[in-house]
């Protein structure tokens, strides 16, 4: 029998291990996993690759002309999604510090957040689909059938973070990566545009002391409950 497909919406603060929690539900359930964080990193890195931010602050005029031209999707390869940017493969340097920087700033624009959105809405529109990043259930799905806000304990998330560029081969230290957490974290919950808020009907997920398994097995149990009714 098929089961139904639903949306899974996944918001929550940085380096909560929200992406690898979405990866890892919608490869268990054969859904299609968008990282729409990514989508950011990558709008972010076209500003910095067409000198579109100065001293900190984007170049409004500059991004409104371009905006058509920067185009962003996903491609799978090897069964691994890969950010494509205008074509070329952006899924590494779109985790660099540069990268990290001033994304906030870009995802703080609300022409861009208009275009990612719309597309994020179209891949979604069949249902069947895990997406993860700050306002999945309150502006890019409100209407999905289970919306999750995932916490953890911030010196935690600092040494996730930190483990996760080590192990990428990326050059940072905790300082830097407090800093910018601490910032962004400010950033994404205090800014005019969609910012990120635990919506009413998310349930809440503190992964501080959870295993990937087991943070998996608590969804896996939500999502039967709704698909079984
Ligand atoms: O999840 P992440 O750290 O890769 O996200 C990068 C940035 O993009 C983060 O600072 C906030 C922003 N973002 C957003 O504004 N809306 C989303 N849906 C996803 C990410």
């Given at each position: 029998?098929?089961?139904?497909?639903?949306?899974?919406?996944?918001?929550?603060?940085?380096?909560?291990?929200?992406?690898?929690?979405?990866?890892?539900?919608?490869?268990?359930?054969?859904?299609?996993?968008?990282?729409?964080?990514?989508?950011?990193?990558?709008?972010?890195?076209?500003?910095?690759?067409?000198?579109?931010?100065?001293?900190?602050?984007?170049?409004?005029?500059?991004?409104?002309?371009?905006?058509?031209?920067?185009?962003?999707?996903?491609?799978?390869?090897?069964?691994?999604?890969?950010?494509?940017?205008?074509?070329?493969?952006?899924?590494?340097?779109?985790?660099?510090?540069?990268?990290?920087?001033?994304?906030?700033?870009?995802?703080?624009?609300?022409?861009?957040?208009?275009?990612?959105?719309?597309?994020?809405?179209?891949?979604?529109?069949?249902?069947?689909?895990?997406?993860?990043?700050?306002?999945?259930?309150?502006?890019?799905?409100?209407?999905?059938?289970?919306?999750?806000f995932v916490t953890a304990d911030p010196e935690i998330r600092v040494q996730r973070r930190l483990s996760e560029m080590v192990t990428k081969g990326m050059h940072t230290s905790i300082e830097e990566i407090r800093k910018n957490l601490a910032e962004r974290d400010h950033l994404d919950s205090t800014r005019e545009e969609s910012p990120l808020i635990q919506v009413s009907d998310a349930l809440v997920?503190?992964?501080?002391?959870?295993?990937?398994?087991?943070?998996?097995?608590?969804?896996?149990?939500?999502?039967?409950?709704?698909?079984?009714?």
């Amino acid at each position: 029998m098929n089961q139904k497909k639903i949306t899974i919406a996944i918001d929550g603060f940085s380096a909560c291990g929200k992406s690898t929690l979405a990866k890892d539900l919608a490869k268990r359930l054969a859904y299609v996993f968008i990282d729409s964080g990514a989508m950011y990193r990558a709008a972010a890195l076209y500003c910095l690759k067409h000198q579109l931010i100065q001293d900190g602050k984007l170049d409004t005029v500059g991004i409104d002309n371009q905006l058509s031209q920067m185009d962003i999707h996903f491609e799978t390869v090897s069964s691994e999604s890969h950010i494509l940017l205008n074509g070329q493969d952006v899924s590494n340097e779109i985790r660099e510090s540069k990268v990290a920087e001033i994304v906030s700033i870009v995802a703080a624009y609300k022409p861009i957040r208009e275009k990612l959105v719309q597309a994020q809405q179209e891949m979604g529109a069949k249902g069947g689909i895990v997406m993860d990043g700050r306002d999945i259930g309150s502006v890019v799905f409100p209407d999905a059938e289970l919306k999750i806000f995932v916490t953890a304990d911030p010196e935690i998330r600092v040494q996730r973070r930190l483990s996760e560029m080590v192990t990428k081969g990326m050059h940072t230290s905790i300082e830097e990566i407090r800093k910018n957490l601490a910032e962004r974290d400010h950033l994404d919950s205090t800014r005019e545009e969609s910012p990120l808020i635990q919506v009413s009907d998310a349930l809440v997920l503190d992964n501080s002391q959870l295993t990937k398994e087991e943070q998996l097995d608590w969804v896996l149990d939500k999502v039967a409950l709704i698909v079984s009714n």
